[in-house]
C-alpha cells in the first residue's frame, strides 16, 4: 500500500529482501520488524489524529497479519520484485536522449521486452519456491505413510485379521494413492518450470544478452555508454538459482524413491530426463553468462579500445553474470590470443581468479591489468606480417578460458574479446581506430576475423553519428548539422557532382513541360472555340467575320513556334546517354522520357530533401579510408 511505502520507505530500501526471498527464518524475521514499525506508525498517527490514515494502517496490519504470517516468504518476493520495478522505472527516466544509431537498439519493443524478462524471471522463481512446499509436503506424507505401515507390519499374524487393522489399510492403500498423484503432481510442476526457463533462455533472455553486446560495440566506437549488465546479471543469478533448486527437488524425489517405489511409480521413468534437461539448461546457462566487461584498453588511450600497442600494457575486465557466494575466488580464468597472419603471445599474469571483492557493485569479475602483447619472430625469410592485410586491418581476439565445479557439474567456459588490431608504432594508431571504427560501426558479429575480405557499406548517416561521437569525446558535444554537411559533402564528392547535374536537366525538363502545358492548354481551347461556335445559339454557319479566323491562326502559330523552343530533339539529353554514365550508384536509362521519370521521382529543388537523399547514401570503406587521414588532421 501506499501508505506503507510512503511512511517506511527509509526501512523498506534499507532491508535485503531479496535474500529473504530463499531464507524462511530471514522473511519471518523481517515480517516481524516490518508489523512493529507498522504498529510505531499508528501510535504516532493516532496522536494526529488522522482518521484516514489510522484506517488505512489498521487494514493493512491486519492484511499482513491474516496472509503472510504463514508464508512470510511470500511477502519478501512481492516487496523485492517492487523495488526491482522500481529502479527499472527510474533507471529507464534517467537514460540519456540516444541518436539514430542508439534509437535502432533502444525502442519500445525492447524496453517492452526487458520487462518481460524480469516479470517471467521472477514468476519462474516464485514457482520453483511453491514445488518446494510441495515436495516438502510429500515427503512428509510419505514418512507417514512409512511409519504407518511399518507399524503394521511389526503386528502379529492373529492381529492382521481383525476389523480394525483392515480399515487401518484401507486408510493406507487410500494413504498410497494420494502419494502417487502428489508425486504425478511435483513432477508435473517441475517439468513446467524447466518448460518456462527453457523457453525464456531461447528467446528473451538470449535477444537481451545480444542486444546488449551490440550497445557493447557503439560504446566502444564513442556512442553513449552502455548499461543493463547489472539487470541481466540478476536474470541469470536468479535462474540459476531455480535451475539448482529444481535439482535439489529431483536429487530428494529420487530419495523419496529409495523409501518406497509400488507399481505405476512416476518417478523412475520422469526423472532421469527432467535431470537431463535441468544439467543442459545449466550448461547453457553458464556459458552464456561468461562475458567481457570491458574490452581491451591502453590505460595511456581510454578512448581508442581494442588498439593495442606491443609491449604497452592493457586492461581488460570480464564477469560472470551468475553470481553465486560459492564460486567466490573457486574460478581461475586464462587469457591467449588467437592467431592471425601474425604470432602474439601475452607478457604478464595472464591468469587470475574471479571475486567480489575488486567490483564496486560487488559482481563476480575479474581485471587483468598488467598484460603486455609481444609479437612472436617468424621463420626467417619473413617478414611476419605478409597476408592480405595490411597491418591496421589484421584482426585478432583475445580469449579467455575458465572452469567451473559446483554441485557435481563441471562446465568449461569460453569467451572471446571483439577483435582488435595490433599495432607497433604509434604513428599506425589512427588507421587502426578507423578499422575499429568500421567494424564496430558494419556488423555485430563478435569473431569475424576476416572481415576486411570483404568489407560491407555503410550508410552515410551511421558514419556521421560516430565522427560526431569523436568529436564528442575530446570536445564534450557532437557536431552541428552545417558541420555534418560539410563532412557529408566531403564524403560524397562525387555523389554531389552528379546531384547538381540532374538538378540542371531537372531544371530544363520543368521549363520544357510548362511550355507543353501550355501549348496543349491553348491547343485544347482553339479545338473546343472550334467546335462551339458554329452550334451556338443565333449563330449561323459561314457567318464568321474574317477577323475571328485570323485570330485563330495567330494563337495557333505563336504556340507552336513556343513549344518548337525545346522540343525533345533538341534536350541535351535526348540523345545522349554517355551523358549519364556517372558514378556507381547512378542508374542506366534506355531512353529520355525514363530519365525525366527517374528526374521527378527522386529530385527535388530544395536543400532540405539534397541532405536527406545525401544522408540516405552508402559509403564504400575505400572512400572512407581515402577521407579519414583528412578527418584525422582536425586540429581538436
Not at 534499507?14 to 510505531?40: F, G, K, R
Amino acid at each position: 500500500p501506499m501508505e506503507i511505502r510512503h511512511l517506511l520507505a527509509q526501512w523498506i530500501e534499507s532491508q535485503d529482501w531479496e535474500a529473504a526471498s530463499n531464507n524462511e527464518a530471514m522473511a519471518t524475521i523481517l515480517l516481524q520488524n516490518l508489523l512493529i514499525q507498522v504498529d510505531e506508525q499508528l501510535d504516532r498517527v493516532s496522536q494526529e489524529k488522522n482518521l484516514l490514515l489510522i484506517h488505512n494502517l489498521k487494514r493493512t496490519r491486519k492484511l499482513l497479519q491474516g496472509k503472510y504470517h504463514g508464508n512470510p516468504m511470500h511477502i519478501a518476493v512481492i516487496i523485492s520484485n517492487c523495488l526491482r520495478e522500481e529502479r527499472r522505472i527510474l533507471a529507464a527516466a534517467s537514460m540519456p536522449v540516444q541518436g539514430p544509431l542508439e534509437k535502432s537498439l533502444q525502442n519500445s519493443v525492447v524496453s517492452e521486452r526487458q520487462r518481460n524478462v524480469e516479470h517471467k524471471v521472477s514468476a519462474i522463481k516464485n514457482s520453483a519456491q511453491m514445488t518446494d512446499q510441495d515436495v516438502k509436503y510429500l515427503e512428509d506424507l510419505q514418512e507417514e505413510f512409512d511409519f504407518r505401515y511399518k507399524t503394521i507390519q511389526s503386528l502379529e499374524q492373529s492381529d492382521k485379521n481383525s476389523a480394525l487393522i483392515k480399515q487401518e489399510m484401507l486408510a493406507l492403500q487410500a494413504m498410497l494413492n494420494t502419494l502417487d498423484y502428489k508425486r504425478k503432481e511435483v513432477l508435473s510442476k517441475i517439468g513446467r518450470v524447466i518448460h518456462e526457463i527453457d523457453m525464456l533462455m531461447s528467446n528473451m533472455l538470449t535477444e537481451e544478452l545480444l542486444d546488449w553486446k551490440r550497445r557493447q560495440q557503439i560504446a566502444c566506437i564513442g556512442g553513449p555508454l552502455h548499461g543493463g549488465l547489472d539487470q541481466l546479471q540478476n536474470c541469470f543469478t536468479l535462474l540459476a538459482e531455480s535451475l539448482f533448486q529444481v535439482r535439489r527437488q529431483l536429487e530428494k524425489l529420487d530419495e523419496l524413491l529409495t523409501r518406497l517405489t509400488y507399481d505405476g511409480d512416476p518417478i523412475p521413468v520422469q526423472r532421469p530426463q527432467l535431470l537431463e534437461k535441468v544439467n543442459f539448461l545449466l550448461y547453457n546457462l553458464f556459458r552464456n553468462s561468461f562475458v567481457v566487461e570491458r574490452q581491451p584498453c591502453m590505460p595511456t588511450h581510454p578512448q581508442r579500445p581494442m588498439v593495442l600497442k606491443t609491449l604497452i600494457q592493457f586492461t581488460v575486465k570480464l564477469r560472470l553474470l551468475i553470481k553465486l557466494p560459492e564460486l567466490n575466488y573457486q574460478i581461475r580464468v586464462k587469457c591467449n590470443v588467437l592467431h592471425s597472419n601474425r604470432r602474439f603471445v601475452l607478457c604478464g599474469t595472464h591468469v587470475k581468479a574471479m571475486n567480489m571483492d575488486e567490483s564496486a557493485n560487488g559482481s563476480l569479475s575479474v581485471e587483468f591489468r598488467h598484460l603486455q602483447p609481444k609479437e612472436m619472430k617468424s621463420s626467417a625469410g619473413s617478414k611476419g606480417n605478409e597476408g592480405p592485410h595490411m597491418v591496421t586491418e589484421e584482426l585478432h581476439s583475445i580469449s579467455f578460458e575458465t572452469q567451473v565445479c559446483l554441485y557435481g557439474l563441471t562446465i568449461n567456459l569460453e569467451t572471446s574479446s571483439l577483435p582488435v588490431v595490433m599495432i607497433s608504432n604509434v604513428s599506425q594508431l589512427p588507421n587502426a581506430w578507423a578499422s575499429i571504427i568500421w567494424y564496430n560501426l558494419s556488423t555485430n558479429d563478435p569473431q569475424n576475423l576476416s572481415f576486411f575480405n570483404n568489407p560491407p557499406a555503410a550508410t552515410l548517416s551511421q558514419l556521421l553519428e560516430v565522427l560526431s561521437w569523436q568529436f564528442s569525446s575530446y570536445v564534450g558535444r557532437g557536431l552541428n548539422s552545417e558541420q555534418l554537411n560539410m563532412l557529408a559533402e566531403k564524403l560524397m564528392g562525387k555523389f554531389v557532382e552528379t546531384y547538381r547535374f540532374y538538378l540542371n536537366r531537372l531544371q530544363t525538363w520543368k521549363l520544357k513541360d510548362r511550355a507543353m502545358a501550355k501549348r496543349n492548354k491553348t491547343w485544347s481551347k482553339t479545338k473546343t472555340e472550334h467546335s462551339v461556335a458554329p452550334t451556338r445559339p443565333q449563330t449561323t454557319l459561314g457567318k464568321d467575320s474574317p477577323g475571328y479566323h485570323q485570330q485563330l491562326l495567330q494563337k495557333d502559330t505563336q504556340t507552336s513556334s513556343a513549344s518548337c523552343m525545346l522540343s525533345p530533339c533538341t534536350h541535351p539529353l535526348a540523345s545522349s546517354s554517355q551523358c549519364l554514365s556517372k558514378p556507381g550508384w547512378a542508374m542506366q536509362f534506355s531512353s529520355c522520357m525514363d530519365v525525366k521519370q527517374y528526374l521527378f521521382q527522386n529530385f527535388r529543388e530544395t536543400d532540405s530533401h539534397f541532405s536527406l537523399l545525401l544522408i540516405g547514401q552508402q559509403v564504400s570503406y575505400s572512400d572512407y579510408q581515402l577521407s579519414w587521414a583528412k578527418f584525422c588532421k582536425v586540429r581538436l
